[in-house]
């Protein structure tokens, strides 16, 4: 099909909703290094993992060899409110920057909660509740997941309290609005509400949390109330399966019309929006199917990739949280308040870590600056405001295509635009008042935290 022949927006239809998630793991010769119990150092069971999360979900999680799971109907329902998401052939980008790049980007920000979370979220709440519990207990970094959550529990009526990082709570009271609008209980991380809390305050009074601290919150509210399973909106093997929608669609969508992409791009937090964009790429690449450049790209102020260490660690602060095998920065790394929110957490999926260890993917960081830069250039021309972590993987896109027109290369660029940024405009007016600052940590910070990793 010839070039112009590509519509500015590629929808799918209804029915092309994928009715299956695709679990990348399936395909990988090396799997990812299972959960560890943090008392005997042993593979965490499925017994061991029920109390802290939904029974389908810990068989999802420890599941590395079926390659499709059925989407349940009424999660299907759900989807079909914002799904299929558009993929959109950036044009006007291309234009301005007069490269001979095509760009794509998979947009997940047109639902309420302004991002891809909401994908996992309807998931974990469906099986929540098929499981007859009362409620879900959660933390949330710059709001996002906390977002998707109160609005899947409102939907199948389940209690959902949320721990929120105290640097968000404060510089995003709108975030925790929508929040209580959807029903939640939205309490700022670290609090005196529980005894990891208390005990991180203690340690160190006037911090402003992290997601680390957070989670231990949560966790320990969900295991000491009955009725109670704790969920995760990143870095788990589940939460990567339910955003595989992405992917699959951006593939679907490419297919349509002949299009391959030469270089596929995401932000990475915990790596679930990048796991499930790249999914049905990098299960043809593991399978030996096409070639695909993959690109993580994380902020320069918490660069797990491209500075952490492949090890053991524990995914929060408080160190009761299972250990998990991950490029990570140690989880007593507390990241610079920077405006990144959704970029912050110390660790990075277990399954992107084992894929980017074996060489099939590449990482990049990027300070927070020239990604407003390029978050405020996109949005001049493309017209949506994009969100700060998704503006990670523009900068890159743009990037790669200015390197493209220097060699004259056209190449196609496909990348994950996860979501919009209109929580984030205190980030935006910090950046046009040139206020923002490019905090990076020293060797010496990553060090320190890195000496307290577990030894395992
Ligand atoms: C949470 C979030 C991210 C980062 O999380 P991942 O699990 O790495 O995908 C990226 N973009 C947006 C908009 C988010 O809300």
Redesign the pocket.
């Known amino acids: 099909m010839s070039e112009n022949k590509i519509p500015y927006k590629i929808y799918l239809s209804e029915d092309e909703v994928p009715k299956a998630w695709y679990n990348l793991r399936a395909d990988m010769k090396n799997k990812p290094a299972p959960l560890l119990n943090p008392g005997t150092l042993k593979p965490l069971t499925a017994e061991e993992l029920t109390p802290i999360f939904c029974e389908e979900l810990v068989k999802q999680e420890l599941d590395e060899n079926t390659a499709f799971i059925d989407i349940p109907q009424e999660i299907r329902d759900f989807y079909r409110m914002f799904r299929p998401s558009p993929l959109i052939r950036a044009y006007c980008l291309e234009e301005k920057l007069k490269t001979p790049a095509k760009i794509y980007y998979k947009f997940e920000g047109n639902n309420t909660s302004g991002?891809?979370?909401l994908n996992s979220a309807i998931a974990q709440a469906y099986y929540a509740k098929k499981q007859g519990l009362k409620g879900v207990t959660t933390e949330t970094g710059?709001g996002?997941?906390g977002t998707a959550l109160s609005m899947a529990c409102s939907y199948f009526d389940l209690d959902c309290k949320v721990y929120m990082v105290k640097v968000s709570y404060e510089q995003k009271p709108f975030r925790r609005e929508v929040m209580r609008t959807y029903g939640a209980s939205v309490v700022p991380s670290p609090s005196d509400t529980t005894e990891v809390g208390r005990k991180i305050l203690a340690e160190f009074p006037g911090t402003t949390g992290s997601l680390g601290c957070a989670i231990s919150e949560a966790v320990e509210v969900a295991t000491k109330s009955e009725g109670y399973r704790y969920v995760l909106?990143?870095?788990l093997n589940q939460v990567l399966l339910h955003q595989s929608v992405i992917g699959l669609e951006a593939k679907a969508a490419m297919d349509k019309y002949g299009v391959k992409p030469d270089i596929i791009i995401g932000?990475?937090?915990?790596?679930?929006?990048?796991g499930g964009l790249i999914a049905p790429f990098m299960g043809e690449k593991l399978r030996g199917e096409a070639d695909y450049r993959i690109i993580a790209v994380e902020p320069a102020s918490c660069p797990s990739f491209t500075r952490g260490t492949y090890a053991y660690d524990f995914c929060d602060t408080g160190m009761i949280c299972p250990l998990a095998k991950m490029y990570t920065l140690g989880s007593s790394f507390i990241p610079s308040a920077n405006h990144a929110g959704?970029?912050r957490f110390h660790g990075m999926s277990s399954t992107l870590s084992q894929l980017y260890d074996d060489g099939y993917m590449e990482a990049t960081s990027v300070e927070q600056t020239s990604v407003f830069e390029a978050a405020e250039q996109f949005a001049r021309v493309e017209g949506i405001l994009p969100?700060p972590?998704?503006s990670h993987a523009i900068r890159v896109a743009i990037d790669e295509a200015m390197k493209c027109k220097e060699t004259g290369e056209e190449k196609t660029i496909l990348f994950g635009l996860?979501?919009t940024g209109y929580f984030d405009l205190v980030a935006y007016e910090k950046f046009h008042n040139g206020e923002m600052s490019d905090y990076i940590p020293t060797d010496e910070e990553i060090a320190a935290s890195i000496a307290k990793l577990p030894k395992v």
Do not use: D, F, M
């Open positions: 991002s891809h979370k710059a996002q997941w909106g990143s870095v932000c990475a937090g915990g790596g679930s929006n990048l959704g970029l969100a972590e998704s996860t979501g």
